[in-house]
């Protein structure tokens, strides 16, 4: 299973199976509800390929004679991760599939950044706010540079995932509590059993992180973070 949601929506409109043509119109959008344009859409129609481009309101149509086929979304700026949709039709003259774009194409095991990392801003639970003057968010010994290598270092691919081909981003958060141990590590957003199961893994099993301080005072936090498993 990819990190992408996707709802396939047949309309009213029944025709028979030997109906030779029927209209799919296409919507994509960002995880957080954006229009996407200049998404590529295409299609194997037979032994064609159908394509088209998204418009400003992340629409697109294609015209397709089969009722089975999968529909492959590609940004060309590779700041979202290119996915493929199947598709099996009983009977339809129309269609709509809505495709949910995931961003972090780029990234991989091999090529963690150190934007990458940083997923928001950690938070102090239980204690009075803090000004960004008065708050020191928690970090892992060395730095972003060191939990890349942590992660690269620990991190394995289950080998039933690639069997299966899954891949996609799994989001954790965790609380880092007073001592630097980390604890209530979940997914927020997962993959796969297995992949979700392998990325808090690694964290479950951290070194202890330097604990955030507010007002001078060392105390619990959250953190989130985002895992990417791409099989590029």
């Not at 481009?53 to 492959?72: A, H, P, R, W, Y």
């Not at 060309?76 to 339809?92: C, F, R």
């Not at 690694?202 to 990417?228: D, E, L, M």
Request: hydrophobic share 40%; with cysteine.
């Amino acid at each position: 299973m990819r990190f992408i949601i996707f709802i396939l929506c047949l309309t009213s409109s029944i025709v028979s199976l030997a109906q030779k043509s029927f209209q799919v119109k296409v919507v994509v959008r960002s995880i957080d509800g954006i229009p996407l344009e200049n998404i590529s859409i295409t299609s194997m129609n037979g032994t064609s390929v159908i394509g088209n481009k998204t418009d400003v309101n992340g629409i697109c149509n294609l015209v397709l004679s089969q009722k089975s086929f999968s529909i492959t979304a590609q940004d060309e700026t590779e700041n979202y991760a290119s996915t493929m949709v199947p598709v099996s039709l009983n009977k339809a003259e129309n269609c709509f599939v809505n495709i949910e774009m995931v961003p972090g194409a780029k990234m991989n095991l091999e090529r963690l950044k150190l934007d990458d990392i940083k997923y928001g801003k950690a938070d102090s639970i239980g204690n009075k706010p803090c000004s960004d003057t008065n708050f020191v968010e928690a970090s892992y010994p060395g730095g972003n540079e060191g939990l890349m290598k942590y992660i690269r270092e620990t991190i394995r691919y289950p080998e039933v995932s690639l069997d299966r081909n899954e891949s996609g981003r799994v989001y954790l958060s965790f609380i880092i509590e007073t001592d630097g141990n980390l604890s209530h590590v979940k997914v927020v957003r997962g993959v796969s059993p297995e992949l979700d199961q392998e990325a808090m893994r690694v964290f479950v099993k951290s070194p202890k992180w330097v604990p955030a301080v507010c007002n001078g005072t060392v105390v619990r936090s959250s953190y989130k973070i985002p895992i990417t498993f791409s099989l590029q």
